[in-house]
């Protein structure tokens, strides 16, 4: 299947720190997608993204689908302790492709 | 809470047993997909299905199948379970056949194989 690629892997940060992760592929996706996986807990969404180019905002977090179609970030802001977890894109590689295809995650600890 | 029930929540198992994972989606939910994570690792999709019918296949190996009920909730078959299986699998649902935005995940079936 298709491979994305997610970085970096893991990242420590102070408590009120911006955070940036990326996410890339070497064929076009449809659809971006970030989750967020807490301990214990399945994968909940936070962003999706449609359209290339498009920038969308959720709270603190902002996403990007990359014009090339082929790559996204995610950023925070302001990062709280609650943000700790795995952080996961996902893309869909086609309109009607029943499958998302998931990158191997961005552990993110924040340091009160 | 998702909507999504997984049972059961950890299961520990010897090789080559069988197990069976269950999963109800959201109500209203027609998909449910199955995802397997193992350590480290990003979600390997599995296998899909639809009102019942087997709609898209991934990276699911022979010894492992699934299936849809007519009340919808679908179930995990893995057999001749070996050490690598060991990992947490994921059921997730939406409403429509073709993926749409959203998938909804349950908590998990933790898998060991011992």
């Known amino acids: 299947g298709q491979q994305l690629n997610q970085s970096p892997q893991s990242m420590f940060i102070q408590e009120g720190e911006d955070v940036s992760m990326n996410c890339t592929s070497s064929?076009?996706?449809?659809?971006w997608l970030w989750y967020k996986q807490d301990p214990g807990e399945g994968p909940v969404l936070l962003i999706a993204l449609y359209k290339a180019g498009e920038l969308t905002s959720n709270g603190r977090l902002t996403a990007q689908f990359g014009i090339t179609r082929k790559d996204s970030f995610l950023n925070i802001s302001a990062s709280i302790p609650s943000d700790v977890g795995i952080y996961f894109c996902a893309g869909q590689p086609w309109t009607g492709a029943n499958n998302l295809f998931f990158g191997t995650g961005t552990r993110l600890t924040v340091i009160p | 809470d998702s909507g999504v029930t997984q049972t059961p929540k950890h299961l520990i198992t010897a090789t080559g047993q069988r197990v069976t994972l269950r999963c109800s989606p959201r109500?209203?939910?027609?998909?449910v997909y199955w995802y397997q994570q193992s350590l480290d690792q990003g979600l390997q999709f599995l296998i899909q299905?639809?009102?019942?019918?087997?709609?898209a296949k991934g990276n699911i190996l022979e010894r492992f199948s699934a299936q849809q009920f007519p009340d919808l909730h679908s179930e995990l078959n893995l057999s001749s379970l070996e050490l690598g299986d060991s990992a947490l699998y994921f059921c997730?649902?939406?409403?429509?056949?073709?993926?749409?935005?959203?998938?909804?995940f349950g908590e998990g079936s933790r898998l060991t194989v011992l």
């Open positions: 299905y639809y009102n019942g019918e087997e709609r």
């Open positions: 109500s209203g939910d027609l998909s």
């Open positions: 064929s076009i996706f449809n659809t």
């Open positions: 997730a649902s939406s409403v429509a056949g073709a993926f749409g935005g959203e998938l909804f």
